[in-house]
């Protein structure tokens, strides 16, 4: 149910998601995805370039459906030739809906000339870079007790990690006490809004949610 909350509180995050940015993501990342591969055959390597370029290319165009465009799926169907580099880790991957434990993952990065020329040839945007950084306060219920979620908590992490898929840079505020002390305040109120605004200019972040 809580998993089913987040989804959509995600789906109204990226919908009112202002494309004016402040904070400059790096460029090397906006061309970069991870995807869970089974072994490092050929076919397996070819299937997980061909799913991390989808995944750039809703990242760099900001456009969740640009996949689905048939000049695209020309494109991502056919050679790899934007592939820059590429390596191959063991590890615990967080991906869109669950937590994966000791995964072999193909990190591949692409070409950014490359990539960008697919959707400007296609006639798609090209999204800045510079994106707001935002802090989230999200309160969770938990055997009757409320608190805000971090990125210790699993939801937190699934939450980073669709973020960090349209190449969005999420914080969320520490474990601390005084910050669900806040929780005990009416919701309604303008102090609780005024708390918190203060305490999420010292994050340095250029947007509150």
């Known amino acids: ?4 909350i987040i989804i959509v509180f995600v789906s109204i995050f990226f919908a009112a998601f202002s494309l004016a940015g402040i904070q400059k993501t790096d ?14 055959s050929s076919s397996q390597w070819k299937l997980g370039v061909k799913e991390a370029l989808r995944r750039v290319l809703i990242k760099v165009s ?12 020309k494109i991502t169907d056919g050679d790899h030739l934007a592939v820059q580099q590429f390596s191959y880790e063991n590890m615990t991957y967080v991906g869109t809906g669950s937590i ?6 193909l990190k591949v990065s692409f070409d950014i000339p490359s990539v960008n020329s697919i959707l400007q040839n296609t006639g798609q945007a090209i999204w ?3 994106r707001p950084q935002t802090i989230i306060w999200f309160v969770k219920d938990k055997d009757g007790k409320s608190s805000f979620l971090t990125d210790q908590d699993e939801e937190g992490r699934f939450f980073s ?3 960090k898929s349209r190449g969005i840079q999420v914080l969320f ?3 601390d006490l005084q910050y669900n002390a806040l929780l005990d305040l009416d919701f309604s109120s303008q102090g609780l809004f005024e708390k918190i605004r203060s305490i ?9 949610l």
């Open 1 to 4: 149910m809580f998993r089913k």
């Open 27 to 40: 460029d090397l990342s906006m061309y970069t995805a991870d995807v869970i591969v089974k072994d490092r």
């Open 62 to 73: 900001g456009n969740a459906s640009v996949n689905t465009l048939d000049d695209v799926a």
């Open 100 to 105: 994966h434990n000791d995964e072999l993952v």
């Open 128 to 130: 800045d870079t510079a």
């Open 161 to 163: 990690d669709i973020a």
């Open 173 to 175: 505020p520490l474990q």
């Open 200 to 208: 999420s200019s010292e994050y340095g972040v250029d947007q509150i």
